[in-house]
């Protein structure tokens, strides 16, 4: 369960960091809003996860998913550089969240 919290908050985090860029330096109401709401309901899932899982693992995976996340949606979205090795680099971040994951102890993977 506090796996899937994890994965949660990490996707929460794709989205508060992604709606930075809406906000225009927090001149925004709402786009500042929803970067407020997500960055509070990611940093809490991330916490009561830490409860049972170890503190640096939940956190090194928490911000993983969260930067997979946000190149991904910077990719797409922004039209930032979608290069050979970009990819690459993304992928052994994948390689390295997984990695940590499963050797991480904590509750059951």
């Known amino acids: 369960m506090s796996w899937l919290l ?57 911000v993983g998913i969260g930067a997979l996340g946000a190149a991904l949606v910077g990719i797409v979205l922004f039209r930032e550089p979608a290069t050979l090795g970009r990819f690459f680099f993304l992928g052994l971040m994948v390689v390295s969240v997984v990695g940590l994951k499963f050797t991480s102890g904590g509750d059951a993977h």
């Open 6 to 62: 994890v994965l949660v908050a990490g996707l929460l985090e794709t989205c508060w960091a992604v709606g930075l860029k809406y906000t225009q330096g927090f001149t925004r109401p709402w786009p500042s809003l929803f970067v407020a709401v997500t960055l509070v309901s990611s940093l809490a899932l991330l916490s009561i996860a830490m409860r049972t899982l170890p503190a640096g693992t939940a956190y090194a995976v928490w």
